[in-house]
């Protein structure tokens, strides 16, 4: 399908699911994500007049982005990928939102990294709702601590995000997450991919991550 056309669509499933909901869609930010995919895909939807982008790997956005920024004004990218506290300084001068913050270690690396450039990006703290470590995200018991520890160092904390286990019913965890944020004070969540995104909007999500459902399948990672 043609990206400025699977574009509307999502939009049009957005504003469905918003109305149903009682909100407003202008709460929903899509943010489309664009991993493994090169310029010649993300383009046409640039061309489409979007301008929110999200990645999972430093290194990915490095090469692709610099150019695609130099093409497109106002450009927005965000990181939705595991971050390791080395990378941290390079997340920082690269994006402009940070989804994956979820360890002590990482809190130092970005309060340092975010110092030393002068450049304070907003972070989600994410959140292990499934028990399933090797995802990332911080432990459900540690979140208290986690989000102390950040507010001390100055991160702007704008919510939380969460990647809920891939063959359960997303919904209760999407439920889950929006207690812990409202019980931290946080209001934005991060929640909702291709299939699923419309019950994170009725769930309270204010960033959806979509990828597969704007730009196809990805191909498999190689091993
Ligand atoms: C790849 C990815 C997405 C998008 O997944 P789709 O199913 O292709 O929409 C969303 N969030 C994270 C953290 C991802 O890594």
């Known amino acids: 399908m043609n990206a400025a056309l699977a574009l509307t669509e999502i939009h049009d499933r957005i504003a469905r699911a918003c109305k149903i909901a009682r909100r407003e869609p202008a709460e929903v930010s899509l943010i489309a994500i664009s ?15 979007h301008r929110v982008f999200g ?10 982005w610099p150019d695609l920024r130099e093409r497109y004004e106002g450009v927005e ?20 939102c940070i989804h994956s913050l979820d360890r002590p270690s990482l809190v130092t690396a970005l309060a340092k990294a975010f110092d ?26 540690d979140l208290p601590a986690l989000l102390a520890q950040a507010r001390d160092a100055s991160i702007p904390l704008i919510g939380l995000m969460c990647v809920p286990p891939a063959d359960l019913e997303p919904a209760p965890f999407f439920a889950f997450l929006d ?5 931290n004070g946080l209001g934005s969540l991060s929640m909702g991919m291709s299939s699923d995104f419309e019950t994170a909007i009725m769930l ?16 498999a990672p190689p091993r």
């Open 179 to 183: 207690k812990l944020a409202r019980d």
């Open 55 to 64: 990645e999972n790997r430093v290194q990915e956005a490095a090469a692709k």
């Open 116 to 141: 030393k450039i002068g450049r304070q990006i907003p972070c989600f703290v994410q959140v292990d709702v499934g028990e399933e470590p090797q995802k990332g995200g911080c432990p459900v018991a």
């Open 77 to 96: 990218l965000h990181l939705v990928g595991q971050l390791q506290s080395n990378k941290a300084e390079d997340a920082a001068r690269l994006f402009d």
């Open 35 to 49: 991993k493994t995919h090169g310029p010649e895909a993300i383009a046409p939807l640039l061309d489409a007049g």
């Open 204 to 219: 309270g999500a204010t960033h959806v991550r979509v990828g597969s459902a704007l730009f196809g399948e990805r191909a």
